[in-house]
């Protein structure tokens, strides 16, 4: 037990996109490498990558052009951006180390580039937030001092890896996490010369999905609160008091 909170509270640190002192569970290249792990089987779980290749570089294009932004330049991490083929869920998804992901349901809800732009901005503060190697070294507190030990030494076993990829793919982000990454996502709209604003037209959409009994599973990995809206368009004042430039 002792082991298990020195592993936890012993690998604190500030990150420099949010300033907030966290507990992480591995370096940035385990980050990667976890997400490239990953990576299959998210793409596998919803229908593989999508057959357009024109609307997959489109997707990755707006990406990249995201990572120009001043503050995401020369980032440390391995950004890929992925369409999937899946029509019928409306998702978005980041592993650790910068693999995105957006669905065939959402991307055709979404009416501009700037509204996708919106979405994969959103993901990229998910990894730049760290919120999975957070997350993760939370479990692993919990797990006690099998599984920190595990970690602590380096123990990259065919099972540890598996129980890792499992808990990434199915990880879910709370609240905080969440408001934290539209924050982070309007920010890097900006900087990239998108509308910030589109942001809220991607929440509109989701609402207006949701409208009947059966809710998109955007919701069910992105907690949805009521003033998620409110939030936004008063953390957009906030950046711009003058109002977005045109």
Known sequence: ??????????????????????????TKGQEIALGLQAAPR?????????????????????GERL????????????????LLADAKTLNAFALPGG????????????TSDAQIAGV???????VVGRHGAAQMAKQQLTQGLASAAGVAAGDNSGAQMAMMVGQVVGMKYGREDELESDTLGLRFMAQAGYDPR???????VLGAAGGGKRQPAFFST?????N???????????????GVPE
């Open 1 to 26: 037990v002792a082991f298990s909170l020195f592993s936890y509270y012993g690998k604190s640190e500030v990150n420099p996109y949010t300033g907030r002192e966290q507990s992480v569970a591995m």
């Open 42 to 62: 998210m793409t596998e779980q919803y229908g593989g990558l999508d057959r357009s290749a024109k609307d997959r570089a489109r997707v990755q294009a707006i």
């Open 67 to 82: 990572l120009k932004g001043e503050s995401l330049l020369g980032s440390d991490y391995r950004y890929q951006f992925h």
């Open 99 to 110: 693999q995105l992901f957006i669905t065939r349901g959402l991307y055709n809800k979404l």
């Open 120 to 126: 994969m901005a959103h993901e990229i503060g998910h």
């Open 198 to 204: 589109a942001m809220v037209g991607v929440m509109k």
């Open 222 to 226: 992105h907690p949805n609160p009521e």
């Open 228 to 242: 998620r809206i409110e939030v936004i368009e008063q953390t957009i004042q906030q950046m711009f008091p003058q």
